[in-house]
């Protein structure tokens, strides 16, 4: 059995941590991996972070955005999230509980009966190109935001029409990610347990109230103007798109998959500001 630690980059109790649980599952005959950038701080063997899906267990010690890091190379290896964060929606260990619950999901493992929760990824595609699966939200908009800027759009939900309006863009959010850039663009908040994708424009001229679509729902987002725009998912992959052109966005890609605790959602509400 193969367990990869990501540890939050630039964080010297994330690291240490790091090496005291590799040390523990070294003790218990299992190999243990920390990513390129913890390696740098402890005496720990690498693994690269695309390569995370060839582990059995993937444990994030941070916040919510290392989770997000470790999910994009783990596909779909149970990720045990150990929070070090401030909200943590995603992952509900504390730091020290952390050695105990690795150690219990390693023997749930081999007796075959890890509990798992799965949350949808989004996929963004377009003519021949499509970006990594994301986490919490797709964005698709024009090259600028702001005044006199903008594109216009049209959203087709499984072939019917939502809206079209001239906005800064449109952005299609999972429930993770509907407490994050979805919220500051005055999307709802969903629960963790509903199934859905919500969507939501961004400053539309004639603006439409958010919508939440079926979870295998295909979204196509028709986008023109004056010049070119961007995809961008969780803020990180992103793709400059030239205009007209259509973007489309599903859930009907590998989900993420997380073990160890539960997240109170509620809990965690109350730490936004």
């Known amino acids: ?65 290392t989770l ?23 992952n509900a260990t504390p730091p020290e509980k952390a050695v105990e619950r690795v150690t219990a999901a390693v023997d749930e493992i081999r007796e075959g009966d890890l509990p798992i929760m799965t949350l949808p990824r989004l996929q963004a595609t377009g003519d021949g190109w499509e970006l990594p699966p994301a986490t919490n ?3 698709v908009m024009g090259a600028r935001r702001g005044h006199g800027n903008g594109v216009e759009v049209e959203v087709r939900v499984d072939g019917n029409r939502y809206t079209e309006t001239h906005a800064d863009g449109v952005m299609v959010a999972t429930p993770t990610g509907s407490s994050a850039y979805n919220l500051s663009e005055g999307g709802p908040l969903v629960h963790p347990g509903v199934r859905g994708l919500v969507i939501t424009e961004m400053c539309a001229t004639d603006s439409m109230p958010s ?13 023109d103007g004056p010049a070119h725009g961007n995809v961008i998912c969780d803020g990180r992959s992103r793709r400059r798109i030239e205009l007209p052109t259509t973007v489309t966005i599903s859930a009907k890609t590998v989900p993420i998959r997380l073990t160890g605790e539960r997240v109170d959602f509620f809990a965690a509400l109350d730490k936004l500001e």
């Open 1 to 65: 059995m193969k367990v990869g630690i990501v540890a939050q980059r630039d964080n010297a109790p994330a690291a240490a941590l790091a090496e005291v649980i590799a040390r523990n599952l070294s003790q218990r005959d299992v190999e243990a991996v920390v990513d390129e950038t913890t390696a740098r701080e402890v005496d720990v063997e690498s693994i690269p972070t695309p390569n995370l899906d060839t582990c059995d267990l993937v444990v994030s010690i941070g916040g919510d955005g």
């Open 68 to 90: 997000l890091y470790a999910a994009r190379g783990a596909g779909a290896t149970p990720i045990l999230g150990v929070n070090l964060g401030q909200v943590g929606f995603l």
């Open 137 to 139: 939200e797709a964005v």
């Open 211 to 223: 919508l939440i679509v079926a979870t295998d729902s295909d979204i196509e987002v028709a986008i």
